[in-house]
């Protein structure tokens, strides 16, 4: 009579291979769904990028050309507003001392160089808070609000479409928009 004498070489050798086959599904499995779980928080974290962002545009005037505070002195009633052609930072200016919604026109930062409204560089822990964020900022008039640039060249219009592209580290792009009217 035989005593029992356990697995022999080819079954433990299937025994690893079924073993691996499974081991290497249920890694992909994970690693697909731990990227995945990262998603969320980049995207508040980009959301939270461009609100403050917004927040900092419409806090400035509507135009170079709006009195900064006197009622009824608006563009495009006495002067004209900034044509289209003109919409941008104005000479010398810099972030910093930008004045009216369209000097944010054509702004373009990222990582390190990510600052808040006072010029400070944003970090958390000694490190950049927005490594591997891209922000775009598109500034155009927009009078019948459907998101299309109105006119060109010598056009000057009431409402400006302020646009913030944020572009995460992720790759993706999420655009955040808000008018602004001239009142």
């Known amino acids: 009579m035989r005593a029992d004498r356990g697995f022999t070489l080819i079954e433990l050798v299937a025994g690893m291979v079924v073993f691996s086959i499974v081991i290497v599904i249920v890694v992909n499995l994970v690693m697909s769904q731990a990227s995945r779980s990262v998603d969320p928080v980049v995207q508040s974290r980009a959301s939270h990028l461009a609100e403050s962002l917004l927040q900092e545009i419409m806090r400035t005037r509507f135009d170079e050309n709006s009195a900064a505070s006197a009622p ?7 002067t004209p ?23 944010f026109h054509g702004l373009s930062v990222s990582g390190s ?10 970090s958390a822990g000694g490190n950049a808070a927005f490594a591997g964020f891209a ?3 598109q500034v155009f008039y927009d009078d019948n609000l459907d998101g299309v640039r109105d006119g060109s060249g010598a056009y000057t ?13 992720l790759n993706e792009a999420i655009s955040f928009t808000a008018h602004r009217w001239n009142h």
């Open 157 to 169: 219009g009431n409402v400006k479409l302020v646009s913030v592209t944020v572009t995460t580290p």
């Open 135 to 137: 922000v775009a900022v």
């Open 113 to 122: 160089s990510i600052q808040d409204s006072r010029g400070q560089a944003v």
């Open 72 to 78: 009824g002195s608006r563009c495009n009633e006495a």
């Open 81 to 103: 507003c900034t044509p289209s052609s003109g919409l941008g930072p104005d000479s010398g200016e810099t972030r910093s001392n930008f004045d009216d919604v369209d000097d």
